[in-house]
């Protein structure tokens, strides 16, 4: 990875959408020191390598024992058997993370006394469970060195952890906050002192006053493109960019996008901070809570020094000599703050164990650290973080001592932080997580750590996952290795899981959880669950899996995250509201028009070529295949047409079928031919229907921004020698010379670019075409000679402008089936053709079908990239669009979501924080919802959403949990059910409904005739069905106002059904 060509874009690719190319050579040539391979060390040494550092020294003395097996997640129970260096132990199993990382290891002493020029061939330095006079030694030479060396501690003490940065005097941001600076359209800009821009179509500008925009496209105010400007912003649609005075009048058009400029930093060490630090503040309901934790913390620290050891479990003589070295610190800090003496004992108490939970939470912060020293990428911590679990531990203070003693097994860090209870609960947890990736990885690590789910006391771990591991999953699914590849991931994350700890019980599935599961994710599967956890990354599952929770009134634990940031939803029954309490508007939609005739950014370049592919190589074969399927027999289907039956879909197959290539050289010819439709007969007829003077009702132009007029292209293959350089960049076949060219697309003149573009759309449209007809070609048919000889004997017909209707109007929606009109004349040419083809014997059963082809955008052996890449390329440069490189072009194309190890561990890690308060029955204060973006950085935690109650009337109200019931028999009329809510629930119903059928609208026809029918009759339950969710509506006090609905009624067809539902 030395250069841009060397990174493995198939392991890489989620995360270089996060980092970006630049960041990810820097991170290839540096290399990191880590010390402490315990809970948060290896943490921290997982998510760093896995992002693809160069180098990695993995540091540590000690040696392995029990309590690692509850805090280290590489650590097995014949290294504590054998006592194994803890380095050793986890050496091999970091290094098989990532095969571009070199992982090497050292146990020698660090101390004080140490000779520390050896760190001088480090970029980065971390240290975890190193003394703090050690780590102020560290970090005071590392500060020193020229350029400074970046200095990062992390420390997890119980329930209690901290983040310390100093990356320098002078440290050079280069990219504060790597959100994507967007291109946005200007309405006017006006001519005076204060020039002000205004967006068009009220879009927000989302600047700050300071930044800088640069501009170009602007018709009239000409001197403005190209130029870069300090903004004034003056509401989020408008802002001052200086004197435009002596500027000609704007007249229309341009674009206005944001410019990144670097920022430098200034550190200090952490001797100096110490007395004035610098705190980043998570939980704004207890701001005072980061520096009291900042004196807790360095009393340990004093408090270890001087009795070599921290303070004993529940030793109460232990928490007040803390308290007092506490209060002594408080003296020396610039801001003195009230001693939280409850805090105090808590993080004494707990100060022996560690909540790994928090450790990874805290480890996947630290590591994105690490990527910001090594690359300058996003905005560095300044230069304190802590980050408590207090509320975990809040309820547990009256427990005795002996509840979190040493009890000699895996579990005893943890017990010494929540208690033998507390672990017992955890050991007896049903939980039931849907979805294996990033998130499901880590969730299952934290699980394993904490004992949740053992065999031996009859709990259980349920995970479903029908996906299959791919490479690009390596970079953040820790749990799977290069032999995994194409595996289910949810039966080998288990097997994974119980290297970890062998004493859980986990149930692997390959099902989605969805409606069409129903039979398998049934409430009574539900019925035992504790908790359901997911780890999906789409947002319909993720609300059919919470209506499934909310419906069997089960906590749901949710996260996500996106590039660097994360978010987690804690869903608790009776206290919170649920996932689908909430609904973010929804994604914008490209306009139909602006896709087919009218595209102003790249980004609708990209959508229509990816259409294109779905139109031409998946959906129009698969209703040639479904056609040919209803009507096997062409005699037939040509019988039924001659006496003028009409056959939905028939001309368009007939079409196709005449037209179908038999061999290589007519896919290319048929390529030719769409080059031509779609780059130059598309752009000379909207050109006729629109020339470039017409103007609208209201004088105003056309072709004014944001429509661009396109410009025929002509196909151009005249530079041999230039397009057979590109491809000879490729090593065969199976690497097209189109995935290269983008990539050195900087390199080429514009011309040569031209031609290679035009080149790379004929041939993997060929490429295609040949693999939805299945016609076979070898690499010499992709040779340029080969190309160009078969192209030149091809009649492109000469182009017509047609009177044709162009949709302008941005409200018309794209129908979903097209209704193809068929003119008599059509439908005669329809009948020839088939007559043709089944006299000449040209119809066999293999024309009869084709190969529809699913788009895959990360095998770029399958052309589908090469197709959408060169397609949207020259559709951009028709309508003089900036295009798009082949890596940007797969993200939109592909929908890829940026992913990136240490946001899915910090998310991961706060989730399973939280479970152990629904284990523990928490009450509502105690749950937290986090909201973090690691790149800026912020990390917020807030109180959960709690959950409302709708009043219906005096003494009766409901809320999302509710669930009324009504339990009937085998006689049991609609009338029967009407009255029974009446009667139970002092309402008066006034529509049933099941699923999206109408049991009872009173003023609809015929419906006050069902009252007398059985309930069996109408709803027509399925065999051995128990019970059926109806909704009902009940008429309002106020006359005039909607109708209420009231909770689900959960209607049982006989009393002894509700003892088993299903």
Known sequence: MADSMEIDDSLYSRQRYVLGDSAMQQMAQSAVFLSGMGAVGVEIAKNIVLAGVKAVTLHDCKRCDGWDLGTNFFIREEDVHIQRKRVEAVHSRVAELNPYVQVSVSSDVLDDTADLSFLKRYQCVVLTETQLNLQKRINNFCHAQQPPIKFISCDVFGISSRVFCDFGDRFEVSDPTGEESKEIFIQTI???????????????HGLQTGQSVCFKEINGMAELNGTTHQVTVLSPYSFAIGDTSSFQPYIHGGIFRLVKTPKTISFETMEQQLSDPQLLTPDFSKPEVPLQLHAIMLALGA??????????????????????????????????????????RCVSRCARGCLSPLAAAVGGIASQEVLKALTGKFTPLQQWFYLDAMEVVQPLQSLPTEEFASRGDRYDALRACIGESMCLKLHTFHVFMVGCGAIGCEMLKNLALMGVGLNRCSGQICITDPDLIEKSNLNRQFLFRPQHIQKPKSTTAALATLEINPELHIDAHLNKVCPATEDIYSDVFFSPLNVVVTALDNVEARRYVDSRSVSNQKALLDSGTMGTKGHTEIIVPNLTESYNSHRDPPEEEIPFCTLKSFPAVIEHTIQWSRDKFESSFSHKPSMYNMFWQSHPSPQDVLQRLMTGESMEGSFQVIKQLSRRPTHWDQCLALARLKFDKYFKRKALQLLHSFPLDTRLKDGSLFWQSPKRPPSPMEFDLNDPLSVSAVYSLSLSLSLSPLSLMYEDVCLMQFNLLSSIRHFSFVVSSSRLFAGVYNIPYSEKNLSYEAVSRVLAGVDVPEYKPAEKHI?????????DQVKVTVSSEEERVAILQLQEAISLNFITAERLRMTPLFFEK??????????????SSLRARMYAIEAADRLQTKRIAGKII??????????????????IKVAGGYGFESFKNCFFNLAIPVVVLTETA?????????GISFSIWDRWTVFGHEDFTLSDFISAVREKYGIEPTMVVHGVKMLYVPVMPGHTKRLKLKMHKLIKPSAGRKYVDLTVSFAPEVDGDEDLPSPPVRYYFTRESESNTA
């Open 858 to 871: 990360d095998d770029d052996a399958n052309g589908h990239m090469d197709f959408v890449a060169s397609a």
């Open 303 to 344: 408090f270890l020094e001087q009795h070599g050891r921290h303070p004993n479990i529940g030793c109460l003589q232990d928490a007040e000599l803390l308290l007092n070295i506490t209060e002594e610190i408080n003296k020396t800090l610039k801001s003195k703050m009230c001693i939280n003496e409850e805090l105090v």
């Open 946 to 954: 709690q959950v409302k109650r709708t009043h219906i009337r005096d």
């Open 807 to 815: 949709e302008t109007d941005e409200s018309i929606k794209k129908p």
């Open 190 to 204: 006006s001519q005076g002192t204060s020039g002000v821009v205004m967006c068009m179509d009220s879009r927000t």
């Open 898 to 915: 940026p992913a990136i190890a240490t946001s899915t561990a910090a998310v991961a890690g706060l989730v399973a924080v939280e479970l």
